[in-house]
């Protein structure tokens, strides 16, 4: 059975930090591309932060560059996103996503809220 399982999200006052996980299983991990991605509400679901199977390459959305970092251990099955200098508009339901050729699946996703 495939799961993809975050957690790690919950209330931060702007300026915080959170890291979120995403631990795997069912599949290879470690073939698949791994993405964050976040949709607050009325907004649409965007691209946070993508990193490739072996974690040598990463890409972020404007938005967080300089702020998150994705990164992942597959040898945890798990990928992780560190948020620092959180501020309001951060605020999401954050979702992990794999994908490798055709295959891809998404988790349930963690709740962030940033407010003082």
């Known amino acids: 059975q495939v799961q993809l399982v975050e957690s790690g999200g919950g209330l931060v006052q702007p300026g915080g930090s959170l890291r979120l996980s995403c631990a795997a299983s069912g599949f290879t991990f470690s073939r698949y591309a791994m993405k964050w991605y976040r949709q607050a509400p009325g907004k649409e679901r965007e691209l946070v932060a993508t990193?490739?199977?072996?974690?040598?390459?990463?890409n972020y959305a404007d938005s967080v560059k300089g702020r998150f970092t994705i990164s992942r251990d597959n040898a945890k099955n798990t990928v992780y996103l560190q948020m620092n200098t959180l501020k309001p508009e951060d605020a999401a339901m954050y979702y992990c996503?794999?994908?490798?050729?055709?295959?891809?699946?998404w988790g349930q996703g963690t709740q962030v809220t940033v407010s003082s």
């Open positions: 996503h794999a994908r490798y050729s055709y295959s891809m699946y």
């Open positions: 990193i490739t199977s072996a974690g040598d390459s990463t």
